[in-house]
């Protein structure tokens, strides 16, 4: 996977000084809801000191899942080695906006348990405490450029026909992809690979892989410049994992690899494929939690109309060296570029909490050495039910209801997110179930109508 690309260690003099001599006239912290919604305080450059003396306040009432009204003063802590100027805000008359990612804080100057910024670095510090140096993540993002109408309202028609790898005149969103790109790059991504997917309007950009909270922080920052330079080109970016039927959903696929300090820790030239006994481990406590941390990685309703047979999307609980259908695959690659990749994870999910989960049910199988069932090679979509059974191949869950159902079975899942998120997540979640299944779509008016 080459040399990690990391945040840049600005210390605040630095800071000062690009501020000034770029006219930064604003500065945006960021931070991110429970369910990953990005949110912002700006601020005016006048407040820069406030900013960088973790003094900036908030009202964290405002923020659904937060706090109370009665406990609502927060403080927003900015992480340095997030800081960038959004190169797209240069403005001769308004200057330009400078963004921080920042953690949120109680009032007592406590990390705030609601925080999924700072959740997930609870789970890096136990990830620490067990001999390990960084748990590093690829991800590979996809998104549907759709055209917008005369109010700027997304319409259910794609900008294009193209399929994977296709080039113009089919790719219409060719510039608005290489528009995205170059953005990237002068914010600092090291942009992989950039190709049309395999369905009509559908898009992927992969980025060069990061530390878990780095990875997080900049699938963020990759939707918000997605969906800015789309709309930019008179055209509407969306991450929903199954925006129109009969066609490939969106996924967000993560490479992931575990680092000591003397290398990739899954690699193990001895074994016959090169895995070592903690790959096995990790692989084992994945696949044995997923049933719980698909209700994080796979969060909406919309989430269970991608993982459906037939589109690519993985609907069993298994691994493979070599084929596709199953939800984990391990890649080619090897020496420090052994990992893992899970393939069920879709772009609505909170980064933050996704990967804490994920890191939470690997290292589980690491500290109980659990050991994955044998390696599936052949199309799982073509096994019947029997074949699955014996193979030892159980199903993801098919609906949120379901997801839910095996998170809050699932103590150790429950734990990975703190009382406070997991809380607050599964109420809010079970809301949207009930209020989904109390709508009548369309399908049941146009299949049940005229037949009853």
């Given amino acids: 996977m080459g040399d990690k690309m990391v945040h840049k260690n600005y210390q605040k003099n630095e800071i000062r000084e690009i501020i000034q001599k770029e006219n930064v006239q604003f500065i945006r912290l960021q931070f991110s809801d429970v369910f990953g919604v990005i949110k912002n305080v700006e601020v005016p450059t006048s407040q820069l000191g406030k900013v960088l003396a973790n003094n900036l306040m908030f009202d964290g009432s ?16 900015p992480d340095l080695s997030t800081f960038m100027i959004f190169p797209w805000s240069a403005d001769e008359h308004s200057g330009k906006v400078a963004r921080f990612i920042a953690d949120v804080y109680t009032v007592d100057r406590k990390p705030f348990a609601g925080d999924p910024r700072s959740n997930l670095k609870v789970w890096l510090r136990k990830m620490e405490a067990q001999g390990f140096k960084a ?9 549907f450029l759709l055209k917008m109408d005369e109010n700027g309202q997304p319409r ?6 193209g399929g994977y790898f296709d080039l113009a ?5 060719e510039n608005t992809r290489r528009e995205i790109v170059l953005e990237m790059e002068k914010m600092g991504f090291e942009v992989e690979a950039a190709h049309h997917e395999v369905a009509p309007g559908q898009h992927e950009v992969d980025f060069k892989y990061a530390d878990a909270l780095e990875a997080a922080d900049n699938i963020q920052t990759f939707k918000l410049i997605v969906k800015t330079i789309a709309r930019k ?16 959903g969106n996924g967000m ?18 074994d016959e494929v090169q895995l070592s006994q903690t790959a096995y481990h990790f692989l084992g406590g994945i696949l044995e939690h997923a049933a719980a941390f698909t209700a994080v990685t796979n969060p909406t309703v919309n989430s269970y109309k991608r993982l459906t047979p037939g589109f690519e999307a993985p609907v069993y609980v298994a691994w493979s060296g070599s084929n ?9 690659a090897r020496g420090n570029s052994t990992r893992l990749e899970l393939r069920s994870v879709d772009p609505t999910a909170n980064p933050y909490t996704a990967f804490a989960m994920i890191l939470a049910a690997g290292l589980d199988g690491v500290q109980r050495e659990l050991t994955p069932n044998h390696a599936v090679d052949r199309n799982i979509y073509l096994m019947d039910e029997t074949e699955r059974k014996k ?9 949120l209801l379901a997801a839910l159902d095996n998170l809050e079975a699932d103590q150790l899942m429950r734990d990975a997110l703190g009382k406070h998120l997991y809380e607050t997540f599964e109420a809010a979640k079970r809301v949207e179930y009930r209020s989904y299944r109390q709508n009548v779509s369309q399908w049941e008016l146009d299949t049940y109508l005229q037949q009853y």
Avoid at 135 to 143: A, I, K, S, V
Avoid at 156 to 161: F, I, K, S, Y
Avoid at 233 to 248: M, R, V
Avoid at 325 to 332: D, G, I, L
């Fill in 156 to 161: 259910m028609e794609l900008n294009d026909q």
């Fill in 62 to 77: 405002s923020i659904e899942g937060f706090v109370r009204i009665e406990e609502s003063d927060m403080y927003l802590y």
């Fill in 233 to 248: 080109h008179g055209l509407y970016a969306t991450f929903l994992p199954k925006p129109l039927t009969g066609i490939n």
């Fill in 135 to 143: 748990f590093n993540l690829g991800t590979e993002p996809e998104f």
């Fill in 391 to 399: 193979a030892g191949i159980t199903d993801l869950p098919d609906t």
């Fill in 253 to 270: 696929h993560v490479n992931m690899s575990l680092f000591n300090m003397d290398g990739n820790v899954f690699f193990d030239e001895k």
């Fill in 169 to 173: 005149p089919l790719d219409l969103g």
């Fill in 324 to 332: 596709r259908s199953p939800m984990v695959r391990v890649p080619a």
